[in-house]
C-alpha cells in the first residue's frame, strides 16, 4: 500500500506538556529537517506561539521507534511534536495549528 503514495506523508507522534505562560510547540524529528515544517507553521501562526526545534531531549524514544517499524517506507516521515496546554484551552488556535501542517 505505501508503494503507492507518491507524496510523503508526516506522522506526528503527538503528546501534551503543561502551561509554559505562551503556547509553545516542540518539534524533531530523527531523519528529517523539521524546519521547512516550522516554516509552514509561523507562516500561519509564528506570531502568537514558541516554536522549538528540539535535535535531544524530545527526539526519538520507543513510541518513535515503533512507529518507524510500522511505517518502514520512504514515503512517511515521523515527527515528535509537543504542544502546551495553552493549545487545549485555545480551539481557535489549535485548529490553525492542525491546519497550518495539513
Given at each position: 500500500?505505501s508503494?503507492?503514495?507518491?507524496k510523503?506523508i508526516?506522522?506526528f507522534n503527538?503528546?501534551?506538556?503543561p502551561?509554559?505562560?505562551?503556547?509553545?510547540?516542540?518539534?524533531?524529528s530523527?531523519?528529517?529537517?523539521p524546519?521547512?515544517l516550522?516554516l509552514?507553521?509561523?507562516?500561519?501562526?509564528g506570531?502568537?506561539?514558541?516554536?522549538?526545534i528540539?535535535d535531544?531531549?524530545?527526539k526519538g524514544g520507543?513510541?518513535?521507534n515503533?512507529l518507524?517499524?510500522?511505517?518502514?517506507?520512504?514515503?512517511f516521515?515521523i515527527?515528535?511534536l509537543?504542544l502546551?496546554y495553552e493549545?487545549?484551552?485555545?480551539y481557535?488556535?489549535l485548529?490553525?495549528?492542525?491546519?497550518?501542517?495539513a
Amino acid at each position: 500500500m505505501s508503494q503507492n503514495i507518491s507524496k510523503p506523508i508526516n506522522i506526528f507522534n503527538m503528546d501534551f506538556i503543561p502551561y509554559l505562560g505562551k503556547p509553545t510547540i516542540i518539534l524533531s524529528s530523527e531523519v528529517d529537517d523539521p524546519n521547512p515544517l516550522k516554516l509552514k507553521i509561523e507562516k500561519k501562526i509564528g506570531h502568537s506561539v514558541n516554536i522549538i526545534i528540539d535535535d535531544s531531549t524530545f527526539k526519538g524514544g520507543e513510541t518513535t521507534n515503533n512507529l518507524r517499524e510500522l511505517f518502514s517506507s520512504y514515503n512517511f516521515k515521523i515527527f515528535n511534536l509537543l504542544l502546551s496546554y495553552e493549545f487545549i484551552n485555545d480551539y481557535n488556535l489549535l485548529k490553525e495549528f492542525f491546519s497550518s501542517i495539513a
